[in-house]
């Protein structure tokens, strides 16, 4: 897919959840660098400009989105000319998306050991990484049941229960409002992220925060399961997280309600880290205390260069 269908399909979630959107971005850039037809050196870097802004644009809340983008660029402009701009932006992303790949399944496999035979789990939206968790361990042969909200407006929950279904594991749908009283059978909650801050909290669909409130009250772990390009280096200089608000027709149909009153559809929420067990991540499990120094060692200590 090109910039613009890629970016199409991310607004309009054809292409939705924070790994794939961010997937979907390095390789819409791949995409237009490997069909780039002119070889000005300027006017390409003009043209990448564009196309990233274009993608960046598509979906406000995932950071993923973010990393994946600049990682399919990075260096780009070090480049002596256009056919090694080419070349450096394909293989930034093939390597991004591998690595990207790689990491659900590693998460997959270091998350399923904390889940044991008889278990009972509860996850919400569709995450794929999540999922990867919960479905590494039923294929360990563990016997488990897993709850998945409905996951209001967009019902992400029936894609959730019909992969967990077709995977053969014992799963029910909850409506949302039911996350309090069927937590106290639970005794571990896995759910993805779009992002995650500086200071270890959670950003991922609305509700999420509520599933930590009632895992933490009924005394189920609640851990977070993602790839490190989920940790947000612009929150490390106070940028606060935009939280996407959609259309209020998907929350009611035209002329449901009388037109004075207001609907609010925000689609992600926070969770603070203290409500976090742990992260799971493709280097390892970490506590939310410890993303501030991941991400530094990540970037390296010069990003702070220009502040200090
Ligand atoms: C999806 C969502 C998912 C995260 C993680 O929201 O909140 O939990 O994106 O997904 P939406 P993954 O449906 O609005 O995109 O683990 O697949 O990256």
Redesign the pocket.
Known sequence: MNVDETAAAITD?TI???????RAGASALSDFAGSYPGNDRESFLKDLEKAKKKLLDS?P??V?LWNGVHATIKGVEDQKDVGEMIALIQNNAKVFIDNSNNA?KFIGEIGAKRIKDGDVIMT?????????VIKTAFRQGKDIKVYATE?RP?R?GIITVNELAKEGIDTTLIIDAAVRSVMKKVNEVF????TITSHGALI??IG?SQLALAAHEARARFYV???TY?FSPLTLFGDMVTI?ERDIGEVVKEGEIPASVKVFNP??DSTPARYIDAIITELGMMSPGSVYDVMVRQLGDKIFQKVI
């Open positions: 979630m939705r959840g924070a790994g794939k959107i961010a979906r809340t995932a993923s659900v919400t939206c569709n995450s794929s990484v999540a999922l990867g996951s967009w992400q759910v993805g992220a779009d991922n669909k999420t399961c993602s790839e989920k996407e689609v992600f």
